[in-house]
């Protein structure tokens, strides 16, 4: 056996990373990898890898992995359609894209629908740009660009969390806050498989301290498991389960005793005013949304100083503007409006938890159980974080 060390690098092959290892090398080849508790203190991951890191090796060695161009022969697409792909040298591969990118510049880089011609895609989602090479130096002398397909680095991401991280959050958010959230409420995502290293960690600690994770999804996966509670749910309805839940707290709740109000009025858009054509009132010079201030009873823009006390309830008569898309403006001297909390509230009044039952399968009484439960239970971990604490330590030795 020739001479073999360890190389310290990090894993960084899927989004939940990077995580450390050390990779042994023998005679200039990758034998094993390992982790690397040499930092340890220094990574939440506490200097491991998790299970898929130990398939580097043969994935870096697989005979069949890609090593050159690919070329698609079959312009047919379907099923039943074998592409064809072939293997071609680098200057054919470079040809073939050189006479692409000069005949989309000589026909103009944008079509007529002001859309760019040229579209990339960069594989997975997480991909930092500091991988690319000198791509991303290409793609700005390039000029427009459309990379919103497939990878996520665009302006829209494929995964569908985000988007609906962005519908229901105002905000890019996937992942539950797991050092410091007590109800967990989750809806397919198999974090015990996916989750990485430091997710299934914490995940794990939050368990341990009390936190209850509901997890909801037709198959019993090993994240269903490994939680409090499995929900089974027919595929593609948790938005009926998700409406049934809001409705149990907002209509057959009285939502002004069990919803955080100082949280809603101040810290959200739920006091915004909305205008019959469903965007925002604004103030026609400044462009901010309007509040109603329940104090003086006058409407204001959401971050003047004097607003007190934010309405989350009732009908308006306004004068203001909505904004619509590309540079719309809707003048209104006078129109019904209505905090956004309100409109929220008379969209969910029809979504019950018997209308969901139907729709996803989950029995009502389990809907409204849950609500019930995320509702009594303290939002944020407090006292119990030092505990969590204690835990991760005693591990991660
Ligand atoms: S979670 Fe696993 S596969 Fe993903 S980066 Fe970390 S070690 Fe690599």
Redesign the pocket.
């Known amino acids: 056996m020739g001479a073999s060390r360890k190389v310290p690098v990090y894993?960084?092959?899927?989004v939940?990373?990077?995580?450390l290892l050390k990779v042994e090398v023998e005679n200039g080849v990758a034998t094993r990898v390992e982790s690397n508790y040499d930092i340890s203190g220094e990574h939440p991951g506490g200097g491991r890898?998790?299970v898929?890191?130990y398939g580097l090796v043969q994935k870096t060695y697989n005979p069949n992995r890609i090593r050159q161009p690919m070329k698609r022969t079959n312009p047919k697409k379907g099923r039943d359609q074998d592409p064809g792909f072939v293997p071609i040298g680098w200057d054919e591969a470079l040809d073939i894209v050189g006479a692409r990118l000069r005949e989309i510049r000589s026909r103009g880089l944008l079509n007529e629908e002001g859309v760019p011609r040229l579209a990339t895609t960069t594989g997975g989602g997480g991909t930092p740009v500091q991988y690319m090479g000198t791509f991303p130096a290409f793609m700005a002398a390039w000029g427009p660009i459309d990379q919103g397909y497939g990878a996520g680095q665009g302006v829209k991401c494929y995964h569908s969390e985000h988007l609906y991280g962005e519908l229901w959050h105002r905000a890019f958010i996937v992942s539950p806050d797991t050092p410091y959230v007590n109800y967990i409420i989750n809806c397919g995502n198999n974090v015990e498989a996916s989750g990485?290293?430091v997710g299934i960690w914490r995940e794990a600690d939050a368990r341990v301290r009390g936190a209850k994770r509901v997890q909801v999804e037709p198959h019993l996966s090993i994240t269903g498991a490994l939680s409090a509670q499995w929900v089974p749910i027919r595929p593609k309805t948790d938005a009926a389960f998700l409406f049934g839940l809001i409705h149990r707290i907002v209509h057959e709740r009285d939502w002004r005793e069990v919803c955080d109000l100082p949280f809603l009025k101040h810290r959200t858009s739920s006091p915004y005013l909305v205008g019959p054509n469903g965007w925002y009132l604004r103030e026609p010079d400044s462009g901010k949304p309007l509040i109603w201030d329940l104090s003086d009873a006058r409407a204001k823009p959401y971050d003047a100083p004097d607003l007190r006390d934010p309405a989350l309830d009732g009908e308006y008569e306004l004068a203001g503007e909505e904004h619509g898309p590309d540079d719309e403006r809707i003048v209104h001297e006078r129109a019904r409006v209505r905090p956004a909390f309100r409109a929220m509230l008379d969209h969910m009044r029809g979504y019950t938890p018997d209308w969901a039952a139907a729709e996803c399968d989950v029995p009502a009484e389990t809907i409204r159980g849950i609500a019930d439960e995320y509702r009594r239970t303290p939002a944020w971990a407090r006292r119990s974080r030092s505990r969590a604490r204690r835990c991760r330590s005693g591990r991660s030795r």
């Open positions: 894993c960084y092959q899927c939940a990373g990077p995580d890898v998790c898929k890191a990485g290293v």
